[in-house]
C-alpha cells in the first residue's frame, strides 16, 4: 500500500527553480514536498556556468523577472549557510565593430530604462576592465549587476534551507486527479496528497504536463562547456561578444555558439555556450567544442596555449517565445507550472519561486505574471479572427 502524506504543496523538481520554490513556499509557512526521479541538481541545474544575467535581456517581462531576481540572489547570498560561491563580478559586453557597438548602445538604452546599470566602456578602458582581452575591439558595455553562483551547490543549500520534505530518485508516475482538479502525485514508492503541485521538471515540464492532460511545449535544447586548467585570474568578469545577445534569443535549431569567458575563484575558466535542439541526444559534438575553444581564443588570446581538462553539456528548457511558463495552469485546477527558463533559468529561479508563491497563497505578486501564464501557447494570435483571408477551414 503507497504511503500517503498530507501536504499543501507538491514541487516535482529538485534543480534550482524547483529548490527556490520550495524555499519561499515553506517561508510563507506552506507544508511541502519536493519530489525528483534523480538527484539535487541532476538535470539542467548541474550542467549550468551559474550565470546571474541581466546583460542579455531586452527590456521586458524576463528582464524585470532577472532584475527581481537579482537583488533575491543577493539575499540569499547572505542568508543562505555554507554559501553558494555568489560571486558578483560583473558583466561585460564587447563590440568588435562601430555598427555593432551603436547597437550595443541602443540595446543598453532600453534597459537603463527599467533599472539596468549598463556602462558604456571604450576601447582604451576595456584593458583597464580585462587585461588580456583582445585588442582592436571597438568597445564595450559593463554590467556589474551581473553575477554568479555555483548552480548545484545553490540549488542544494536552497532546498536544505526551505525544510521540505525530500524524495529523490522516485519518478512521478501519474498526476492524482479528481474530476479534473490535481490533488497530488503518485511515484512507485508513495502517493503524496496536497491540492496544489507545482511542475518545476525543467526539460521535462512538457511530459509533466501531459501527465495532467494539458499541453505545454518544452523542447530540449542542447549545450556544451568546456573548462580549462586551472589558471590564475585572467578574466575577472563573465566577458562576451554582443552576437550571444541574438543567440539568445533566436529560435533557430541549428548549432549557435558565441563564446562567453569567465574565470572562477577555484581557477578554471569556463567557456560557454553553445544551443542547438537535437532533442536529448547526449552525442559529443567536436564541432560545437571547435568552435568555442576558437572563439574564446579570439576574445583572450592568453587561451590559447591552455589546456582543457574536461567538457560537459546539459539541456536546456526551450519554450518558443523565450518566456518561461510560471504560475497556475487555468486547463487543469491545482497545477502550477515552473518551468521552460531555457538557459536563464538559475538567474531566474528566487523570482519564479516567489511568483509560485504568491500564487499559492493568494498574495499580491512581486510582477505582473501575465506574460508567464502556461495557457498562452494555446491562445489565437493576436488579430487572428474571420475577417478577409481568414475565414474558418481556409489556410492561410
Same mark, same amino acid.
Given at each position: 500500500?503507497?504511503?500517503?502524506?498530507?501536504?499543501?504543496?507538491?514541487?516535482?523538481?529538485?534543480?534550482?527553480?524547483?529548490?527556490?520554490?520550495?524555499?519561499?513556499?515553506?517561508?510563507?509557512?506552506?507544508?511541502?514536498?519536493?519530489?525528483?526521479?534523480?538527484?539535487?541538481?541532476?538535470?539542467?541545474?548541474?550542467?549550468?556556468?551559474?550565470?546571474?544575467?541581466?546583460?542579455?535581456?531586452?527590456?521586458?517581462?524576463?528582464?524585470?523577472?532577472?532584475?527581481?531576481?537579482?537583488?533575491?540572489?543577493?539575499?540569499?547570498?547572505?542568508?543562505?549557510?555554507?554559501?553558494?560561491?555568489?560571486?558578483?563580478?560583473?558583466?561585460?559586453?564587447?563590440?568588435?565593430?562601430?555598427?555593432t557597438?551603436?547597437?550595443?548602445?541602443?540595446?543598453?538604452?532600453?534597459?537603463?530604462?527599467?533599472?539596468?546599470?549598463?556602462?558604456?566602456?571604450?576601447?582604451?578602458?576595456?584593458?583597464?576592465?580585462?587585461?588580456?582581452?583582445?585588442?582592436?575591439?571597438?568597445?564595450?558595455?559593463?554590467?556589474?549587476?551581473?553575477?554568479q553562483?555555483?548552480?548545484?551547490?545553490?540549488?542544494?543549500?536552497?532546498l536544505?534551507?526551505?525544510?521540505?520534505?525530500?524524495?529523490?530518485?522516485?519518478?512521478?508516475?501519474?498526476?492524482?486527479?479528481?474530476?479534473?482538479?490535481?490533488?497530488?502525485?503518485?511515484?512507485?514508492?508513495?502517493? *503524496?496528497?496536497?491540492?496544489?503541485?507545482?511542475?518545476?521538471?525543467?526539460?521535462?515540464?512538457?511530459?509533466?504536463?501531459?501527465?495532467a492532460?494539458?499541453?505545454?511545449?518544452? *523542447?530540449?535544447?542542447?549545450?556544451?562547456?568546456?573548462?580549462?586548467?586551472?589558471?590564475?585570474?585572467?578574466?575577472?568578469?563573465?566577458?562576451?561578444?554582443?552576437?550571444?545577445?541574438?543567440?539568445?534569443?533566436?529560435?533557430?535549431?541549428?548549432?549557435?555558439?558565441?563564446?562567453?569567458?569567465?574565470?572562477?575563484?577555484?581557477?578554471?575558466?569556463?567557456?560557454?555556450?553553445?544551443?542547438?535542439?537535437?532533442?536529448?541526444?547526449?552525442?559529443?559534438?567536436?564541432?560545437?567544442?571547435?568552435?568555442?575553444?576558437?572563439?574564446?581564443?579570439?576574445?583572450?588570446?592568453? *587561451?590559447?596555449?591552455?589546456?582543457? *581538462?574536461?567538457?560537459?553539456?546539459?539541456?536546456?528548457?526551450?519554450?518558443?517565445?523565450?518566456?518561461?511558463?510560471?504560475?497556475?495552469?487555468?486547463?487543469?485546477?491545482?497545477?502550477?507550472?515552473?518551468?521552460g527558463?531555457?538557459?536563464?533559468?538559475?538567474?531566474?529561479?528566487?523570482?519564479?519561486?516567489?511568483?509560485?508563491?504568491?500564487?499559492?497563497?493568494?498574495?499580491?505578486?512581486?510582477?505582473?505574471?501575465?506574460?508567464?501564464?502556461?495557457?498562452?501557447?494555446?491562445?489565437?494570435?493576436a488579430?487572428?479572427?474571420?475577417?478577409?483571408?481568414?475565414?474558418p477551414?481556409?489556410k492561410?
Amino acid at each position: 500500500m503507497p504511503k500517503r502524506h498530507p501536504l499543501d504543496v507538491v514541487i516535482i523538481g529538485a534543480g534550482v527553480v524547483g529548490a527556490a520554490c520550495a524555499y519561499y513556499a515553506r517561508r510563507a509557512g506552506l507544508s511541502v514536498a519536493v519530489v525528483d526521479r534523480g538527484s539535487v541538481a541532476g538535470g539542467t541545474t548541474g550542467a549550468g556556468e551559474g550565470n546571474l544575467l541581466v546583460s542579455d535581456k531586452e527590456a521586458g517581462p524576463e528582464l524585470d523577472l532577472a532584475l527581481l531576481s537579482a537583488g533575491l540572489w543577493r539575499d540569499l547570498a547572505a542568508l543562505l549557510p555554507r554559501g553558494i560561491e555568489y560571486e558578483p563580478k560583473g558583466g561585460l559586453v564587447v563590440a568588435s565593430d562601430e555598427t555593432t557597438l551603436k547597437a550595443l548602445r541602443g540595446f543598453a538604452d532600453g534597459q537603463r530604462a527599467t533599472g539596468v546599470e549598463a556602462v558604456e566602456v571604450g576601447p582604451g578602458e576595456l584593458a583597464e576592465l580585462e587585461p588580456h582581452l583582445t585588442p582592436g575591439l571597438a568597445g564595450g558595455f559593463h554590467y556589474p549587476q551581473d553575477a554568479q553562483v555555483q548552480p548545484a551547490q545553490a540549488a542544494a543549500r536552497l532546498l536544505a534551507a526551505s525544510g521540505a520534505e525530500v524524495y529523490l530518485g522516485e519518478e512521478v508516475t501519474d498526476l492524482l486527479l479528481e474530476r479534473g482538479t490535481v490533488r497530488g502525485v503518485r511515484t512507485p514508492r508513495r502517493e *503524496l496528497l496536497a491540492p496544489a503541485v507545482v511542475n518545476a521538471a525543467g526539460t521535462w515540464g512538457g511530459h509533466v504536463a501531459g501527465l495532467a492532460g494539458a499541453t505545454l511545449p518544452v *523542447l530540449p535544447r542542447r549545450g556544451f562547456v568546456l573548462v580549462t586548467e586551472p589558471l590564475p585570474r585572467i578574466v575577472r568578469h563573465k566577458v562576451y561578444a554582443a552576437d550571444y545577445v541574438a543567440d539568445v534569443a533566436s529560435g533557430s535549431a541549428s548549432l549557435q555558439s558565441s563564446a562567453v569567458v569567465e574565470g572562477t575563484p577555484a581557477g578554471p575558466v569556463l567557456i560557454g555556450a553553445t544551443r542547438e535542439r537535437v532533442g536529448f541526444d547526449r552525442t559529443l559534438s567536436t564541432e560545437a567544442l571547435r568552435r568555442l575553444a576558437t572563439q574564446a581564443a579570439a576574445l583572450f588570446p592568453v *587561451l590559447s596555449d591552455v589546456r582543457i *581538462l574536461r567538457t560537459y553539456h546539459g539541456f536546456r528548457p526551450y519554450l518558443p517565445d523565450h518566456l518561461p511558463a510560471i504560475g497556475p495552469d487555468p486547463r487543469v485546477p491545482g497545477l502550477l507550472h515552473a518551468c521552460g527558463h531555457e538557459g536563464a533559468g538559475i538567474g531566474l529561479a528566487p523570482a519564479t519561486g516567489l511568483l509560485i508563491t504568491s500564487a499559492l497563497t493568494g498574495t499580491e505578486p512581486a510582477l505582473d505574471p501575465t506574460p508567464f501564464r502556461p495557457n498562452r501557447f494555446d491562445e489565437p494570435p493576436a488579430g487572428a479572427g474571420d475577417g478577409p483571408g481568414c475565414r474558418p477551414g481556409r489556410k492561410t
